[in-house]
């Protein structure tokens, strides 16, 4: 078995400008990660063998990006026990049809679903990493470490706004 990392699959490559944004999280938190382009719809069959490998060699959790009838998590979720987050895409409808796709999962398959675009993708990253961290004790301090310099911008903007 691999050391632990994160799985991030897209439905397109299209997606990959959003999912930057994850990439530059797990980046800065120095987390291991795989990233792949694999649909739900396009490829099937790559994306069970894809999820079957990297679940036995040792991905703690999966993030899961895709648009429109966005079946990608749930698809993943269906052949893993490891915690699945979701990321809509806003491919159409403003992205709510992903969303709905994503986050109304049948009972017992669980997705973790976050918000569209971006700032879903930010959080699925963190949201993987806090997951890792829960095994790792350095990487929790590193995302303890990443809260309160974020914490001291915001009072630091906020005080240079007083002046
Ligand atoms: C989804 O369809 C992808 O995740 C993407 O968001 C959307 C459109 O894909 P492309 O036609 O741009 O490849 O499967």
Redesign the pocket.
């Known amino acids: 078995m691999s050391k632990p990392f994160l799985a991030i699959l ?6 990959l400008p959003v999912m930057t944004a994850a990439v530059d999280v797990l980046r800065s938190l120095d987390v291991e990660f795989e990233i792949k382009v694999s ?4 490829t099937p069959v790559q994306t069970h063998d894809y999820v079957k490998d990297a679940d036995a060699r040792g991905a703690v959790a999966f993030i899961c ?6 079946h ?1 998590a749930g698809a993943v979720a269906a052949n893993t026990t490891k915690p699945v987050i979701g990321v809509p ?1 806003n ?2 409808l403003d992205g709510l049809d ?1 969303l709905l796709s994503t986050v109304q999962m049948p009972g017992g398959i669980p997705v973790a679903t976050v918000a569209i675009g971006k700032a879903g993708a930010k959080n699925a990253a963190y949201l993987g990493a806090q997951i890792m961290a829960v095994g790792d004790a350095d990487l929790a301090e590193r995302l303890k470490q990443e809260r309160q310099a974020n914490t001291d911008s915001i009072v630091a903007k906020d005080a240079a706004l007083q002046d």
């Open positions: 897209m439905g397109s490559d299209s997606d649909s739900a719809h396009r990006a895709a648009g429109m009838a966005a990608l895409i491919s159409s992903a």
